[in-house]
């Protein structure tokens, strides 16, 4: 079973930094793109950071210039480099990625797996 772990959240001041961390695991195949959504308090969920199995990265708008995405490959782990936090980034931090399963005698198409959520709380 394929599953998405995330880790790495906490407590920070304004202007701090913190460092999360997206590790896949289970029957994998393959990974396409990986990336960062968040949702505050009584808000949607929005689109943060996203990096594709090249490399090729987005981000949006709020938080271009602060925060960097990368991965992993061979540790199938994604990560997200969180500088000069505002109060605004408090939220809860979901991992997303496309994989492809491993089947025994089969090959399947890629599946959208989303993680627990990890808390990031920024105090002002």
């Known amino acids: 079973q394929v599953q998405l772990v995330e880790s790495g959240g906490g407590l920070v001041q304004a202007g701090g930094s913190l460092r999360l961390s997206c590790a896949a695991s289970?029957?994998?195949?393959?990974?396409?793109?990986m990336g960062w959504y968040r949702q505050a308090p009584a808000k949607q969920r929005e689109f943060v950071a996203s990096?594709?199995?090249?490399?090729?990265?987005y981000y949006a708008d709020s938080v271009k210039g602060r925060f960097n995405i990368s991965r992993d490959n061979a540790k199938n782990t994604m990560y997200l480099q969180m500088n000069s936090l505002k109060a605004e980034d408090t939220a809860v931090y979901y991992c997303n990625a496309q994989i492809r399963p491993l089947v025994p005698g089969t090959v399947v198409g890629f599946k959208d797996y989303w993680g627990q959520g990890t808390q990031a709380t920024v105090s002002s």
């Open positions: 289970g029957r994998i195949s393959s990974i396409n793109a």
């Open positions: 990096i594709t199995s090249a490399g090729t990265i």
